[in-house]
């Protein structure tokens, strides 16, 4: 059930970043496309920081002895899909003004 959604969006990214690397395409589509990949890159990251937050208070409340060792896995995968979304937001942010 999770392979057509990846597949969609792998459709959608691929087809939002082809007029991105065009050569020679208009100014007002890249900025658009950037536009829309800064959006999905916002969207990416608030999901993935859903899913840490759940999992992990799902596993507190499951093992309160371990809470300590889970809330310093998930702050330090938390930095992780953070540095990852700035970095796509860095490069979405060069797409638009560029």
């Known amino acids: 059930?999770?392979?057509p959604r990846l597949l969609?969006?792998?459709a959608l990214v691929l087809f939002l970043a082809t007029p991105?690397?065009?050569q020679g395409a208009e100014v007002l589509s890249s900025k658009a496309t950037a536009s829309l990949?800064?959006?999905l890159a916002i969207i990416g990251a608030a999901f993935g920081?859903?899913?840490i937050g759940g999992a992990a208070l799902d596993s507190m409340a499951r093992q309160p002895e371990v809470a300590k060792d889970v809330r310093g896995?998930?702050?330090v995968a938390a930095a992780l899909?953070?540095?990852a979304t700035f970095f796509g937001l860095l490069i979405c942010m060069i797409a638009l003004f560029v």
Request: positive net charge; charged residues 15%.
């Open 81 to 83: 899909l953070e540095g």
């Open 37 to 39: 990949a800064v959006g």
């Open 73 to 75: 896995t998930m702050i």
């Open 20 to 22: 991105a690397m065009a």
């Open 8 to 10: 969609v969006v792998l």
């Open 49 to 51: 920081f859903g899913k």
């Open 1 to 3: 059930m999770k392979t």
